[in-house]
């Protein structure tokens, strides 16, 4: 069965179709300047891959073919096998056999590099990418044991300690940061408990909504919110703070006039962190456990009385400390990954804005993983 259209541009490419067999014969000249009519004729043979099992391409009528031609009959015969269809070139003219055979070559050439620029591509992305999580690593377990050092030497010189410096940062990280915490984690306790009593309902217990918050809010949502909220507040903060400093060169000048930097800078910081964080930890908390409370009374009638007997008989005083335990620690990562990043602030106002970005967004993971590795923890030990 042959094609029912046939105009004089046909000549250069005809189908003739044989139950699963294609056979395409080409004629005229596969030059340049019939790139037009040459491209839609190969585009159509493609279309036609679908219906046939193999395919013959005839090149004995070739009167003329340059190197554009040859490359076109190499992409026709690439786009049959990428359809899955094989694809024969026969009767091929033997003064074009070089040239094809060439095109042929150098399309392989061309093939194989992107390959493997790809492969390189990737080896070297997971490279960098090995690279970053280790340089970023050790950076932190410098800045941790600086601040030990630094630490230590004002316990034993208490004078030292900028105690004025670190209470203005508690007052900005601590008592400023009150209300959108209350806000944020009352919230929170709300939706947690009109989530529980929805799907309590089904099985008429919603009472056991009161274990639900009691447990979820002290144990790790409470402090894992307050944690996330405090890197995004406080945590960029302080690296945009630093990042500042340290494109106007004023931590180089704390150095030149003989202070030290670490102990000025970012020792007050941290410590006013590791204590806002309980605090706030806390009083999120309890913030949570009111919500619930209020929907709990609205939501399933469960009255403040009957809340708060069944939230004694829920929780234990283990819940209450395994949540309160991890603030501190998580406190001191988020305060040494916003003052590592702060510090390796460039020049230019584009690396601020990075390494801010970076801060809060290592913060945040490393609050899951911190998280992560207490439950464990408190998990092999019974509480």
Same mark, same amino acid.
């Given at each position: 069965?042959?094609?029912?259209?046939?105009?004089?541009?046909?000549?250069?490419?005809?189908?003739?179709?044989?139950?699963?067999?294609?056979?395409?014969?080409?004629?005229?000249?596969?030059?340049?300047?019939?790139?037009?009519?040459?491209?839609?004729?190969?585009?159509?043979?493609?279309?036609?891959?679908?219906?046939?099992?193999?395919?013959?391409?005839?090149?004995?009528?070739?009167?003329?073919?340059?190197?554009? =031609?040859?490359?076109?009959?190499?992409?026709?015969?690439?786009?049959?096998?990428?359809?899955?269809?094989?694809?024969?070139?026969?009767?091929?003219?033997?003064?074009?056999?070089?040239?094809?055979?060439?095109?042929?070559?150098?399309?392989?050439?061309?093939?194989?590099?992107?390959?493997?620029?790809?492969?390189?591509?990737?080896?070297?992305?997971?490279?960098?990418?090995?690279?970053?999580?280790?340089?970023?690593?050790?950076?932190?377990?410098?800045?941790?044991?600086?601040?030990?050092?630094?630490?230590?030497?004002?316990?034993?010189?208490?004078?030292?300690?900028?105690?004025?410096?670190?209470?203005?940062?508690?007052?900005?990280?601590?008592?400023?940061?009150?209300?959108?915490?209350?806000?944020?984690?009352?919230?929170?306790?709300?939706?947690?408990?009109?989530?529980?009593?929805?799907?309590?309902?089904?099985?008429?217990?919603?009472?056991?909504?009161?274990?639900?918050?009691?447990?979820?809010?002290?144990?790790?949502? =409470?402090?894992?919110?307050?944690?996330?909220?405090?890197?995004?507040?406080?945590?960029?903060?302080?690296?945009?703070?630093?990042?500042?400093?340290?494109?106007?060169?004023?931590?180089?000048?704390?150095?030149?006039?003989?202070?030290?930097?670490?102990?000025?800078?970012?020792?007050?910081?941290?410590?006013?962190?590791?204590?806002?964080?309980?605090?706030?930890?806390?009083?999120?908390?309890?913030?949570?456990?009111?919500?619930?409370?209020?929907?709990?009374?609205?939501?399933?009638?469960?009255?403040?009385?009957?809340?708060?007997?069944?939230?004694?008989?829920?929780?234990?005083?283990?819940?209450?400390?395994?949540?309160?335990?991890?603030?501190?620690?998580?406190?001191?990562?988020?305060?040494?990954?916003?003052?590592?990043?702060?510090?390796?602030?460039?020049?230019?106002?584009?690396?601020?804005?990075?390494?801010?970005?970076?801060?809060?967004?290592?913060?945040?993971?490393?609050?899951?993983?911190?998280?992560?590795?207490?439950?464990?923890?408190?998990?092999?030990?019974?509480?």
């Amino acid at each position: 069965m042959s094609s029912a259209k046939r105009t004089a541009k046909d000549a250069l490419l005809e189908f003739k179709v044989s139950g699963r067999q294609l056979a395409l014969t080409a004629g005229g000249s596969w030059t340049a300047d019939r790139a037009g009519d040459l491209e839609r004729l190969v585009d159509a043979a493609l279309k036609r891959a679908r219906d046939a099992a193999a395919v013959d391409i005839n090149m004995a009528r070739v009167e003329r073919l340059d190197t554009y =031609g040859a490359w076109l009959l190499e992409r026709l015969v690439r786009g049959f096998a990428a359809a899955g269809r094989e694809a024969r070139v026969v009767d091929l003219p033997e003064r074009y056999r070089d040239l094809v055979g060439e095109a042929g070559r150098i399309n392989l050439g061309k093939v194989a590099a992107a390959r493997q620029g790809r492969l390189a591509t990737a080896i070297a992305a997971i490279r960098r990418t090995a690279f970053g999580i280790g340089r970023d690593f050790v950076m932190i377990v410098q800045m941790l044991g600086a601040l030990a050092i630094a630490g230590m030497r004002c316990v034993i010189r208490p004078w030292t300690f900028r105690f004025t410096s670190m209470v203005h940062h508690l007052d900005r990280v601590g008592w400023r940061a009150t209300p959108i915490i209350l806000l944020i984690t009352f919230v929170l306790g709300c939706i947690i408990a009109q989530q529980g009593i929805f799907h309590f309902r089904r099985f008429g217990i919603e009472i056991y909504v009161v274990d639900m918050v009691g447990i979820l809010v002290l144990r790790e949502m =409470g402090v894992v919110m307050v944690a996330m909220m405090v890197a995004g507040r406080s945590g960029s903060a302080y690296t945009a703070e630093l990042g500042s400093m340290k494109m106007r060169e004023e931590i180089d000048a704390l150095r030149t006039m003989g202070f030290d930097p670490l102990k000025i800078l970012i020792l007050p910081r941290v410590v006013a962190l590791v204590i806002a964080l309980p605090i706030l930890t806390f009083i999120g908390s309890m913030a949570a456990l009111f919500g619930a409370a209020l929907v709990s009374w609205a939501y399933a009638g469960i009255g403040p009385e009957i809340f708060l007997s069944r939230l004694r008989d829920a929780i234990e005083l283990d819940d209450f400390v395994v949540g309160m335990v991890k603030a501190p620690f998580i406190a001191l990562i988020i305060g040494i990954v916003a003052c590592v990043e702060g510090l390796n602030v460039k020049g230019s106002a584009e690396s601020l804005g990075l390494h801010t970005t970076a801060s809060v967004v290592k913060s945040i993971f490393l609050v899951i993983v911190i998280d992560g590795l207490f439950a464990v923890f408190f998990a092999a030990i019974g509480m």
